[in-house]
């Protein structure tokens, strides 16, 4: 009887634990490009890396360190600002949305030696690019679900379909 007792609070011990465990709720995929938009403007690479997926990261590997930074760098820079969703087809498995927003403009004039070799004067392209000015643009990005969780597979320039299966909404 002592056994059987003891059980019986055990168990009831285990599902009240695992009652009060919360699990964090899976991100759509909306949330996570907002979260690769924010990890690249805080400059946190490894951040972005894990919202790629498997196949993704695998190619960013092989770019070695530097590069990969680099790269993060200039997306990071051109990282669209006011983006709103303006398409999405979902599926159990692969997500597309497409996207509008603005991005910055960057003025770069090249002048050249007297040899004709391009020259390109770091602080002139500076002092030029201060004043920030922005450009529309279209964005494509494809998800897949990995482990549960939706993951970034392609990002593009790409217009949305001319109907929208769903309203536009403004991502924050």
Not at 36 to 55: G, N, V
Not at 62 to 77: C, N, T
Not at 84 to 113: N, R, S, Y
Not at 161 to 169: D, I
Request: net charge positive; charged share 35%; aromatic share 8%.
């Amino acid at each position: 009887m002592k056994k059987i007792s003891l059980f019986i609070i055990i168990l009831t011990c285990l599902i009240f634990i695992s009652g009060c465990t919360k699990k964090e709720p899976q991100a759509s995929p909306e949330q996570v490009y907002t979260k690769y938009l924010e990890a690249l403007k805080a400059e946190k690479w490894d951040d972005a890396m894990k919202l790629f997926s498997k196949e993704q990261r695998r190619k960013f590997s092989g770019l070695g360190k530097q590069k990969r930074e680099s790269a993060f760098k200039l997306a990071g820079v051109f990282a669209p600002i006011d983006v709103e969703v303006v398409g999405k087809e979902e599926g159990e498995k692969t997500a597309h949305l497409w996207f509008k927003g603005k991005v910055m403009k960057l003025k770069v004039k090249i002048d050249t030696d007297t040899e004709g070799k391009p020259m390109v004067d770091g602080a002139k392209l500076r002092k030029e690019n201060q004043k920030k000015e922005y450009r529309d643009v279209d964005i494509s990005v494809i998800f897949r679900k990995e482990g549960g969780r939706w993951k970034i597979e392609k990002i593009s320039s790409e217009r949305p379909p001319s109907k929208s299966k769903h309203p536009v909404k403004v991502l924050h």
